[in-house]
């Protein structure tokens, strides 16, 4: 059986994005400047922004029979990763993501999972990393952790949206990477060391990054860029960082070059095609040391 450098359990979606001036509050209606689709779902972002960091990569997902389940499936495709683990649902429609953006990068988005919701537990490839989130059954993602754990794999989740997790998942990762809004939904950094998670990284957007474990916490700067999009970027940190971690990088020197390719996502638009190649990665990881505090 093949050996992927890194495996990516997860979610594949058309992602609809409108563009405005700012995003709606509660109950008020804003009008949108230009809309596109776009390809995107947290497990192809994730799949894609490894490849292009330099990781063999295969996925394992579900899409419907439909024209958006076959261009995503070209998609990946067309990036070297491996699809013989994604499967076709005939009676679901491949997952849709309706995604606002406003003047200042920030957005807000709403998930349909579609054939997501049926990605079910089965044949995993073998992989040196195993990252999945949570836009598929929770069921699956912890057992797709426990057989990634019996090979020796490093498991590493991605809570997005955030879910209750059950200790049956928790005691499966080895690596937990939630936002600053999902770690306070999860009930904290204390909480998931409390029941088992050896390392937590919490991504801050432009506030930098945290690295958590019982023994200490450290925090990494961001990377200064102009913002147009942050559609994808924490994918981008994920890929990237499970990328570093198959080669043997430690945990701190795959952050390092995850906060790149996370800065790197927000300059474009589009979750696909704003995930950025190796080369860029390090050439902007390259222009500061790996300093924490």
Not at 85 to 106: K, N, Q
Not at 143 to 156: D, I, K, L, M, N
Not at 171 to 179: E, G, L, Y
């Amino acid at each position: 059986m093949r050996e992927f450098d890194v495996v990516v359990v997860g979610s594949l979606n058309l992602d609809l994005v409108t563009r405005t001036s700012r995003l709606p509050g509660p109950g008020e209606t804003v009008i949108g400047r230009s809309y596109a689709e776009f390809p995107g779902g947290k497990g192809l972002n994730q799949a894609v922004a490894a490849a292009r960091a330099g990781a063999s990569v295969a996925l394992v997902g579900a899409v419907g029979s439909d024209h958006a389940g076959a261009l995503l499936r070209d998609v990946a495709r067309n990036e070297g990763i491996d699809v013989s683990h994604l499967v076709t649902v005939a009676d679901e429609p491949t997952g849709r993501a309706i995604i606002s953006v406003d003047d200042d990068g920030e957005n807000s988005i709403i998930v349909v999972p579609g054939s997501n919701a049926c990605v079910a537990p089965a044949e995993l490839p073998v992989g040196q990393v195993v990252i999945a989130q949570l836009e598929i059954p929770v069921a699956t993602v912890a057992a797709a952790f426990r057989t990634a754990r019996g090979r020796g794999a490093t498991t590493v989740l991605n809570p997005a949206p955030a879910a209750e997790l059950s200790n049956d998942l928790l005691s499966a990762c080895d690596i937990v990477v939630p936002n600053e809004h999902e770690i306070e939904l999860l009930g904290g950094t204390e909480r998931l060391l409390d029941h088992g998670v050896s390392q937590i990284v919490v991504t801050r957007g432009g506030a930098g990054v945290d690295v958590v474990t019982r023994a200490s916490s450290l925090h990494l700067d961001a990377f200064p860029v102009d913002p147009v999009d942050t559609t994808g970027a924490g994918d981008a940190f994920c890929g990237a960082l499970a990328t570093r971690l198959a080669v043997g990088d430690s945990l701190l020197a795959a952050v390092h070059f995850a906060a790149a390719a996370g800065a790197l996502a927000t300059t474009k638009h589009g979750a696909v095609p704003s995930q950025a190649h190796r080369s860029d990665i390090e050439a902007l990881a390259a222009t500061r040391p790996t300093t924490t505090r």
